[in-house]
């Protein structure tokens, strides 16, 4: 059995191996290179216009030329500054968009509070101490809990799959156990009377 490595091409832009394609107007970037420039480029749903289907996935990256790649990455990282500017210095920021309690199943059930928002700038790491910007409140919180939001989702975390090991997916968060910039993210906190709505900013 071979043991070559398998990918999709190689990077035009770093020259490694591709082995999660993101498209571009006039070509495919690996991902690493895709996350210098995603600040610029958020990744969002939109609802489907065929009944029954899941959300659609709008990457605006597909509609930026790779040979602008540098261009680009400059006014991505000047962008990105910009925003550390406006939001007072922190390293990385999330917007909420949409908060709901799930109530669980069963008599023992915990009740859980899904927060569905995206990461605006930086990124968040499993288990981070953050702060929740609530009016003028600072919440000190952690982050234990939470998935990236997908075609498929999102869907609630419930008191079921924190109490289920076997159920790894929201440990892992991402690809690499973050939540990174550009990308619609969940979390969760079993404090069901944490003072957060759409509007708030979870920051660290």
């Known amino acids: ?29 690996c991902t690493e290179c895709a996350a210098k420039i995603r ?14 289907s899941n ?5 605006p990256l597909k509609d930026i030329a790779v040979n602008n790649y540098e261009e680009t990455l400059q006014k991505a990282r000047a962008y990105r ?4 500017e406006k939001y007072n210095g922190y390293n990385a920021v999330y917007v909420v968009d949409n908060v709901e309690v799930e109530q669980g199943s069963g008599v023992f059930a915990s ?7 995206h990461v605006l ?25 939470g998935k990236i939001i997908n075609s498929s989702s999102p869907a609630p975390i419930t008191s079921e799959d924190i109490k289920d090991r076997e159920r790894r997916f929201i440990f892992k968060w991402q690809y690499d156990g973050t939540a990174q910039e ?23």
């Open 1 to 29: 059995m071979s043991n070559k490595l398998l990918h999709n091409g190689f990077c035009p832009v770093c020259g490694q191996p591709i082995l999660n394609v993101i498209k571009m107007k006039d070509g495919t970037i």
């Open 39 to 52: 600040v610029m480029f958020p990744v969002h749903y939109e609802k489907s216009t065929v009944k029954g």
């Open 55 to 59: 959300p659609v996935c709008v990457d």
């Open 81 to 84: 500054e910009s925003l550390r």
């Open 111 to 117: 009740p859980v509070l899904n927060v569905y928002g």
């Open 121 to 145: 700038y930086g990124t968040f790491f499993l288990e981070d101490d953050a702060i929740l910007l609530h009016g003028d409140n600072q919440i000190q919180i952690s982050l234990l809990y």
């Open 182 to 204: 550009g990308y619609p993210f969940q979390f969760a906190f079993t404090n069901k009377n944490l003072p957060v709505e759409a509007g708030d900013l979870i920051v660290k």
